[in-house]
C-alpha cells in the first residue's frame, strides 16, 4: 500500500526530529494539554501512589490494569542515553504478543506456539537460562488459531507460574524449579477451541477463557484452583441463564440487558450453541467491590444475518463475584455485532472526577471506536467518546446504552459494504493502553484502518472456521494505518497523538517519571514523553515489535524496561505466516493492509532488555 | 454433534438451487459458444478422476536414496475441465478451505497461490494432503469428501498458482474480488521448499 521510499522518508524525518528534540526543548507538531493533574488510584489496587516494589507480577501490572510502575530512574532528560543491557532469543519465529514477568529476580517469557516458558535469572551477567519448561501442545492446535498462533503472556501468584497452551491446557508450574505442578485441559481443538490470553489470578483462582470466534466456539471464563487446578466454575458467555451462572443477583443497567434467558432469546435457535462470545482478553479485579470484570468476543458467525437478535451475551462485558462467578451486571458494546467488533479489550480500573463527584469507573477503549467510562458498581455508561474516524456507528445512547448503528455500513447478503471504519480488527484490538495517575491520561496504542467487506454464506463444520465474511482492509483517513495517543478520561478528548505507519500493535507502559513506551511493527522501540507527546529515543529491534513493554527494579538496584520483539499477530500474519500479498483478502483481509510489512521486517522472537549505563 | 446446523455443508448432498441454476446456465451458455465437443466444458460423465489408490504411490519428496526410481505421475483429467475447475472452486469454498487458505495468499494455514511447497505440488500430493490432513493444522477430510469431489479440489488448488490450463481456470468470481481472478495467475515453477512458517 505504502511505497517504501516514502516509507524511509518517514523514518528520515522521525530520526531528525528525534535529533531536534534531544538538543533542545522542542514542540512537535502535537497538541498538548498544560492542564495535568493527579488521580486517585482506588484504594486497595497496587501500582497507585504507593512503593513500586519493582516486580511484575501480571501482564498489566497490577489488578487495575494500569500499566503505571513508579520507578523513576529514567526520566524524560535521561532516557535519550537507554542502551540494550542483554537480549535472549525466544527461538521461535511467530507473534510475540506476551509480557515478560519479574518475580525474585527471575525473569519468565511465555513464548507463541509452542509455548515455551523461559526462566532467566536475573542475579547474574546476562541473565543465563535457569530453565525451561516445554509443555508440548498438540501441533493441529495451529490450524483454530485465527489470527497467528500468539499468547499473551503468564501470571504469577502463590510460588507459580501460570499460562495457557494454543491447545486449550492451563498449566501450572513451579517458578523456583520449572516442574510443572498441574495442567488441566479446559478445551477442545476439534470445536474450534484455542487459548491465547493471559490468566489473571484473584483469590486462588486462576481465571482463563477461550479462543475462536472464528470457529462457532461457545464462549467461555473458567475459574481454576490455583493449587489443584481443578475447575471451580465456569461461566458461559451465550446460552441458559444457568449456564451464564446468572442468577438473582444479577442486575444489569439497562433494559436491553434484563430478562430470562437472554442468551437464548436473542439467538434464532441453537445458534447460541456455536455463537462465539470467547473470552481472550483481559480480566481487570477489584477487590474492595470484590469484582472481576472481563469482555466478550464477537458473535459467530461474522455474516450477522445469520444470527438475528442482539446475541447475548457476546461483544460485552460482565461484572462477576470471582468466588462463585455469578454475575453481578453485563453491558453490550455492540449489540448484535456487524463488524466483529470483539469485546475483550482491557478495562483499567480508576476513581475519577466526573461532575463533580469522585465516581468508581472502569475506562475501556473499545474496539467500536469509543472510549467508555463506566460507572463499575452498576454498569452505567458515563460517556462513550470516539478516539478515531468512525463510519458504522453515530454514538452511543446513553438513555438506553445503545449503540447506534449506520444502516448505510450494515452487511447484507452478496452486498460490498465499503467504507467500513473501523475495520474488523477495530480501533483498537488487544494491544493494552496504560493509564498514568500522575498525569491522569491514558496511553492509547490503536489502529487507523477501514475496510470493504462482503457477506456470504457460512457453513458451520466443526473445527473449521466459521465466518461467512469476505474482508479487504486499508489505511483509514491520512494513510497512517496506526496511532499513539494520549487521553484524557475525564474530559473525554485527545490531548497529543503521534501518527505511525503500521498499526501500534504493542502494548504501552507508563512511569511515574512521565516516560511512556511502545513498540511499532516494522521494529522500533519507542520512549516518549508521556506529558507532550515528544519522542526520546528509540532502538531498532531485529523484528516487529506485537509485545507488552515492562519496566522492573534489577538486583543492582538499577532500572530496567524489557520488550519482546518479534512479529506477527493478526496484523503481521503476512510475515510470520509467509502469506502473500497478491490476495488481499488473506488473513481475514488484512492482507491487503499489510502487503508492504513484509518488505520492512522479517520474524524472529528476541527479548531486549534496556537500561541506562 | 447439534441438530438444526448444518453439519457438513452442501456440496455432498446437493447444491444450493441458485447455484445450481447459475452453474448450469454458465455451461449451458458456454456449450452454445463452443458448439463442438470440447473438453474444456465436458461435463462429468466422460472426464474420470483418478482412483484414490492412484495417489498411494506418491512420494513427498524428490530425494531418494540411491539411484532414482522412475515416477508416473498421476493425471488428473478435471484439470482440464473448465466445469470440475469450478466445481473445485465451490466446494474451497464450502468446505471451509477458503476459511483458512483464503483466496489463496493464506492466513492460518500456508498460502497456495506461490511457488513454495511444504507437501508437495503434484496431484497426487495435494490428494493426499487434503484426505490425510498435515500436522500443522491442517485437518484431515478422510470420509468426509468423496474422492472425486478431492480431485475437483486438487484441480482448483492448482489453479491458485497457475498449474492448470488457463482456459479452463475460472476467470470470475461470484464475490468481491481480493486478489487476480485464478486464469490470470502467473504459472509459478513449484518449489518443495518447506520453508518453516
Redesign the interface.
Known sequence: MQPSKSHIAKNIAVVLALFACASASCSRPIQSNAEVREVRLPSGLSGSNEPDDGQWLMPAKNYSSNRFSSLDQITVDNARDLKVAWTFSTGINRGHEAAPLVVNNTMYIVTPYPNILYALDLTKPGAPMKWKYEPKPSSAAQGVACCDVVNRGAAFYDGKIFYNTLDDHTVAVDAQSGKEVWNTQVGDINQGESMTMAPLVVKDKVLVGNSGGEFGVRGWLTALDASSGKIAWKAYSTGPDVDCLIGSNFKPFYEADQGKDLGVTTWPPDAWKIGGGGVWGWISYDPELNLIYYGTANPGPWNPDQRPGDNKWTCGIFARNPDNGEALWFYQWSPHDLHDYDGVNEQILIDLPIAGHTRKVLVRPERNGYVYVLDRTSGEVLSATPFAYITTSKGVDLKTGRLIYNPEKSASLGKVVREICPASPGAKDWQPSAFSPKTGLLYLPHNNLCQDAESVEANYIAGTPYVGMNVKMYAGPGGNRGVFSAWDPVAAKEVWSIKEDYPVWSGALVTTANVAFYGTMDGWFKAVNAVAGEPLWQFKCGSGIIGQPITYRGPDGKQYVAILSGVGGWSGAIVAGNLDPRDGGGALGFNNAMSDLPKNTVKGGMLYVFALP | ??????????PARRS?PALRLRVVGMGALALLIFQAACKREERGFRVQPPSASAAEGSRMTDFQPGPRTPESPVKNEYEDNAYALSEGKRLF????CS??H??????????L??D?WLYGDKPENIFETIVE?R?????SFRGKVPDYQVWQLVAYVRSLSGQVGSNAAPGRSD??Q???PEQSRPRESPKLSG???
Open positions: 454433534m447439534r441438530e438444526g446446523i448444518l453439519l457438513f455443508p452442501r444450493p469454498q464450502e468446505y471451509n476459511g483458512c483464503f483466496n489463496g495468499g493464506g492466513g492460518i494455514g500456508p498460502a497461490m506461490d513454495e490432513g500436522p500443522n493444522g491442517m485437518p464475490h468481491m481480493t486478489s487476480s520453508k518453516p512458517r
